[in-house]
């Protein structure tokens, strides 16, 4: 099916496409890697008068990564944060989630920003965003503010965005030295479809080996990609074992509110919460005692 028609408007920076989308408002959308828009407009979901380009906006596709903080620009591409060696270092479940996220094709034009952006409660790279305590930098013509992650989310595909308004960047907090995290994901054809259930955890300990901050999240079996904070307060100032990892996950599991589908029933995929659960904790844990 051919797109619909549109006009096709490329701004020199964000601040122009923040101008642009203000005096449009609901007759414009923005396109970066266009892996969702483009779909949506195929399928008549989504039929825009005006498109604003702004993948060839320059030094939006950056990584920076100090002492303190990991940014990923607005243009990064999935692939780029997949590969490269600092994420995977201090962020293994962000890498790994981004490496398994659709197909080389569509995470070599895809952003991550962009997958954010569509705020679908299955997309791969939130849960592991929510677990590493995510910030969105959003633009407006105005300036600049800061929402946690988890605020970002509204209900499938509505994100915090108001008329204006462009998420500049991802900013997340470096992790600690003793620190492990995991993203486990439930898919029909291997890695390549949506998940049908998607978990990330992000543990921190002391010395003594007693977890110091826990980070859950579940994915695709709720409104919105969300943290189950019961089940991280269950785990915390406490050394991890089986039975604790087994109540965590048994929390995650009950805060499950998933619809059936074509991928999974609702009946399975509240079960397989409590099976991811346990395996990306268990192997947060692991990474933990390795280090």
Avoid at 78 to 92: E, K, L, S
Avoid at 199 to 212: K, N, P, R, W
């Amino acid at each position: 099916m051919a797109l619909p028609r549109f006009s096709y408007l490329v701004p020199k920076n964000l601040k122009e496409a923040c101008l642009i989308l203000a005096e449009y408002k609901d007759k414009a959308r923005i396109l970066a890697g266009g892996t969702d828009i483009l779909v949506q407009m195929k399928n008549r979901i989504l039929q825009p008068e005006y498109i604003i380009g702004i993948s060839s906006i320059p030094n939006t596709d950056y990584i920076n990564i100090d002492k303190r903080q990991l940014v990923i620009g607005a243009n990064t591409k999935i692939t780029a944060v997949a590969q490269h060696p600092d994420i995977q270092r201090y962020f293994p479940a962000l890498a790994y989630a981004a490496g398994v996220t659709a197909t080389v094709q569509i995470r070599n034009m895809g952003t991550v920003v962009g997958n954010i952006c569509n705020a679908s409660p299955a997309a791969d790279t939130a849960t592991p965003l929510l677990v590493y305590d995510a910030r969105v930098v959003i633009m407006n013509p105005k300036g600049e503010r800061i929402l946690p992650l988890g605020d970002f989310f509204l209900g499938p595909g509505v994100t915090a965005l108001e008329s204006g308004e462009i998420v500049k960047e991802l900013i997340l907090p470096l992790t600690s030295e003793k620190s492990g995290s995991n993203y486990q994901k439930l898919s029909a054809r291997s890695k390549v479809d949506i998940a049908a259930v998607g978990v990330s955890a992000c543990l921190q300990a002391d010395e003594a080996g007693a977890i110091t901050q826990a980070r859950i999240a579940i994915g695709a079996v709720a409104p919105v990609p969300k943290r189950v904070h019961r089940a991280e307060k269950t785990l915390e100032g406490k050394v991890l074992t089986q039975e604790l990892i087994q109540k965590a996950a048994k929390i995650s599991m009950d805060e499950a509110i998933p619809i059936t589908d074509i991928r999974a029933s609702d009946v399975y995929r509240k079960k397989m919460v409590e099976v991811l659960t346990m395996r990306a904790l268990s192997k947060s844990m692991e990474q933990i005692r390795t280090k």
